[in-house]
């Protein structure tokens, strides 16, 4: 590539998104109020980067008034970020914890007549506070916006993801819904999907969740742990995230040499709308019109192979270059 992308991944401790577009050889930094772990999902192996992380406020490393890195280094950017993925905290936003927003007293009363939980008594004003901070990520002076979230208020506060991801769609085997809100990025296709979606825990209610999930409460000694353990982002997504998206805006850009382009070939781009259905929001603002289209639910196999085969053989160029 003629040079490389500039890429933030705001509210990420674990760096996993970092690390793979690090390892495609982008400029990209992690940013955190916490230290970062460098932890990947299910170990207890640390690999943290603070040369790679900001350990404080994203609104300050947007405007560029701090861009101090956990290691007391300066970051050097040139230019402006091509691209961030935000991970905004989901405690408050998921429709997982609904069931603590009101009073269980009241569950057959009209929502407007609940009074708040007993034990959360503040959670009206946590989820403003969170859809305020998901709404700052998503409206950032940034051109490539993607912000992850699970199922949650957003879809109807905002507006619906433009797509929905699952770990195993990446080769991870595990089963996790995933929403994307997108600007000017296209959506992830499929990438070493595996049948195996994870075993699963079942209840004697008939319900059943994750067995990943469940860990996250038998493995953690504390909820802050556990939110950490719950909200990393899988390997696979990461790996996505960083190959689809460093390629595809690196063919907009015109950033690829003779032979890079050789490989991904002069259609590339025509190739992901096709498959994809090229529809993208420009902008924050909803667009009616936008809401009534979707990604085909079921993708051309040909034409997914076709597009995978040559993003792969790039990825192996590259890195028979190193």
């Not at 930094?29 to 404080?56: K, R, V």
């Not at 879809?155 to 929905?164: C, E, L, V, Y």
């Not at 699952?166 to 809100?181: H, I, R």
């Not at 699963?200 to 000694?221: A, C, E, M, V």
Request: with cysteine; net charge positive.
């Amino acid at each position: 590539m003629k040079r490389k992308l500039n890429i933030l991944v705001a509210c990420e401790e674990s760096q996993a998104t970092c690390r793979a577009f690090r390892r495609l050889g982008q400029n990209a930094f992690s940013c955190d109020l916490f230290d970062c772990s460098g932890t990947s999902f299910g170990s207890d192996i640390a690999n943290p980067h603070p040369e790679w992380h900001f350990n404080h406020d994203v609104s300050t490393v947007l405007d560029r008034t701090n861009l101090t890195l956990q290691n007391g280094n300066q970051a050097k950017i040139e230019g402006d970020w091509d691209i961030m993925i935000g991970h905004p905290p989901c405690t408050f936003l998921a429709v997982s914890g609904a069931k603590w927003m009101y009073d269980p007293r009241d569950k057959d009363k009209p929502i407007e007549e609940r009074r708040p939980h007993p034990n959360f008594p503040n959670r009206r004003q946590d989820q403003e506070d969170g859809a305020n901070f998901f709404m700052f990520l998503a409206k950032a002076n940034i051109n490539r916006i993607a912000i992850e979230n699970p199922v949650g208020v957003m879809s109807s506060r905002w507006r619906k993801p433009d797509q929905m991801v699952q770990p195993y769609m990446f080769g991870d085997p595990y089963s996790k819904g995933t929403c994307l809100w997108l600007k000017n990025l296209r959506p992830l296709h499929p990438s070493k999907e595996t049948e195996d979606h994870g075993e699963r825990i079942y209840f004697g209610s008939g319900k059943s969740q994750p067995k990943w999930y469940s860990d996250g409460l038998t493995k953690t000694k504390s909820k802050e742990e556990r939110q950490k353990w719950r909200s990393k982002t899988f390997p696979g997504i990461a790996r996505a995230f960083a190959e689809q998206w460093t390629l595809q805006v690196a063919a907009e850009l015109d950033l690829f040499s003779d032979e890079e382009l050789r490989i991904i070939g002069q259609d590339y781009l025509q190739l992901i709308d096709k498959l994809t259905g090229g529809i993208r929001y420009r902008s924050a603002k909803v667009n009616p019109l936008l809401e009534k289209k979707r990604m085909p639910s079921h993708l051309d196999s040909t034409l997914l192979s076709e597009v995978e085969r040559r993003e792969q053989a790039l990825i192996t160029y590259w890195a028979d270059c190193k």
